[in-house]
T-cell receptor
Framework: DVKVTQSSRYLVKRTGEKVFLECVQD?????MFWYRQDPGLGLRLIYF???????EKGDIPEGYSVSREKKERFSLILESASTNQTSMYLC????????????FGQGTRLTVV | DAKTTQPTSMDCAEGRAENLPCNHS???????VYWYRQIHSQGPQYIIH???NNETNEMASLIITEDRKSSTLILPHATLRDTAVYYC????????????FGDGTTLTVKP
């Protein structure tokens, strides 16, 4: 069964901490994505990557960075966590083939206190 | 991406078939219709997608109108585990991961 795995299901961090959210996919997918989901705002794209060491900003990249050193792993970094980054974070991946579906991880619920 | 419109919420009885509608009147010729669902506190799960022909898999059926301006997701025998938010999304090419998930339809299956 294909999988996108996020390293933590729940995370509590303090304001100002550097936070790493890890995502691994086992489908040899080219494309990987990070979203955040907040009530009433739907899923919003933070960053995505079409290849190793490649990244592009999504709709709300401020306060975040990403790293993709290996094809299967895509990390989201909160350089200095703030309370307004409390959210559900979702990782997704797709193959490079046209018109195929996205696979999502189970989500990481991050609380910044 | 074409905008989609879905009802905010729907209820159905366990064991019954349920039809979830979606309007996408501005869909382009190369855009596919995708359906996902999100069970509470989990990531979205892919259900089905199609271009213009009707599609069926083990989870659901997708009916797309001839003019492609609307579609219907059919759950043949709803169970309590089908209670979720259902999203209809229109996308083309390799951009399925850059999908805009709006509010979707909250489906509640009742015993």
């Amino acid at each position: 069964d294909v999988k996108v795995t996020q390293s933590s299901r729940y995370l509590v961090k303090r304001t100002g901490e550097k936070v790493f959210l890890e995502c691994v996919q086992d489908m040899d997918h080219e494309n990987m994505f990070w979203y955040r989901q907040d009530p009433g705002l739907g899923l919003r794209l933070i960053y995505f990557s079409y290849d190793v060491k490649m990244k592009e900003k999504g709709d709300i990249p401020e306060g975040y960075s990403v790293s993709r050193e290996k094809k299967e792993r895509f990390s989201l970094i909160l350089e200095s966590a703030s309370t307004n980054q409390t959210s559900m974070y979702l990782c997704a991946s797709t193959s490079g083939t046209e018109n195929t579906e996205a696979f999502f991880g189970q989500g990481t619920r991050l609380t910044v206190v | 991406d074409a905008k989609t419109t879905q009802p905010t919420s729907m209820d159905c009885a366990e064991g019954r078939a349920e039809n979830l509608p979606c309007n996408h009147s501005t869909i382009s010729g190369n855009e596919y219709v995708y359906w996902y669902r999100q069970i509470h506190s989990q990531g979205p799960q892919y259900i089905i997608h199609g271009l213009k022909n009707n599609e069926t898999n083990e989870m659901a059926s997708l009916i797309i109108t001839e003019d492609r301006k609307s579609s219907t997701l059919i759950l043949p025998h709803a169970t309590l585990r089908d209670t979720a938010v259902y999203y209809c999304i229109v996308k083309a090419g390799t951009n399925a991961g850059k999908s805009t998930f709006g509010d979707g339809t909250t489906l509640t299956v009742k015993p």
